[in-house]
């Protein structure tokens, strides 16, 4: 990932978080909560904490709350693609065509005079408008899921369903940390179940870049060559990060991460399944 689009997501992230409007109020949100009530914390966050925390509280007693954070989760994601669907066909594109982006890297590495940078840019424009492909579709996304999950922090944080209700007789307003002292071993898992899924997520657009690269070059009887990958470690080094905030707060927050995770990676594949089919 290069230092500028770095630059730029962490600035998007730092604005998203501003914008989100994350409250301090350690009020629980019932659902006697009026959305004037909600407004004292600031308006953003009565519009996505308040009405998220409120789906949690209507559900639970319906539902139980482990399929209240499931359907909250799973419905909220769907929101999210019908706004950033394009956006993420161009992010699972962008994995599919490394290949071609490394020639072009290659074919200019070590000239750095100006006019081989800008016949090198053009060529990767070009490379992007033969895929159909915006290199920034990724910040879209990120832009709107962010918010939503800070969001979702705090309805889960907030929420008086997630503080009073059990699943399998066990509080997923505990942490993963205080579940292990408590022995509350559903806890745990759901933990350890949120972070492969992080994984998992994170690496299965790589794979299927992979495996339609093996298809391709025997489609034309050659051998397969596999794209060097850019430095993951920065991706690496988010999911620890992920983890070790996520196992000092609630449970049920790391639900919700692991419920968006699955979803992502159904989103994944089936996004990969409709753009080989019209290939």
């Known amino acids: 990932m290069s230092k500028k ?7 998007v992230l730092a604005l998203a978080l501003v914008l989100t409007g994350c409250s301090s109020s350690t009020e629980l949100i019932t659902l006697d909560t009026t959305f004037t009530d909600a407004m004292n914390d600031g308006f953003l966050s009565a519009l996505i904490t308040y009405p998220l925390a409120q789906a949690i509280n209507f559900l ?9 954070i499931a359907i909250v989760t799973i419905v909220l994601n769907a929101i999210v693609l019908a706004f950033t669907f394009k956006s993420n066909v161009a992010m699972q594109r962008m994995q599919e065509i490394q290949p071609e982006m490394q020639k072009i890297q290659a074919k200019y590495e070590g000239r750095t005079d100006d006019a081989s940078q800008q016949r090198m840019a ?6 992007y408008a033969k895929y159909n492909i915006n290199p920034l579709a990724s910040i879209a ?9 800070i969001g979702m922090y705090n309805a889960v944080r907030r929420s008086e369903a997630v503080a009073n209700a059990t699943f399998m007789g066990v509080s997923l307003s505990q942490s993963p940390r205080e579940a292990i002292t408590n022995q509350a071993w559903v806890c745990v898992v759901i933990f350890v179940l949120m972070v492969c899924s ?5 690496k299965i657009p790589q794979w299927l ?4 690269g093996r298809e391709e070059a025997e489609k034309h009887h050659k051998t397969y060559k596999k794209p060097e990958q850019p430095n993951q470690s920065m991706t690496y080094a988010m999911l620890a990060m992920v983890a070790f905030a996520m196992f000092s707060i609630p449970t049920a927050l790391s639900l919700y991460y692991c ?6 990676i159904a989103k994944t594949l089936v996004i990969d399944q409709m753009t080989h089919k019209e290939a």
């Open 141 to 149: 996304t990120t832009f709107i899921q962010f918010p939503l999950l």
């Open 60 to 68: 639970t007693p319906r539902t139980g709350i482990f399929l209240a």
């Open 259 to 264: 419920i968006s995770s699955l979803v992502n």
């Open 122 to 127: 053009m060529e990767m424009q070009q490379l």
């Open 198 to 202: 992080q994984f998992i997520s994170i």
């Open 5 to 11: 689009r770095l630059t730029l997501i962490l600035s």
């Open 209 to 212: 870049a992979e495996k339609h």
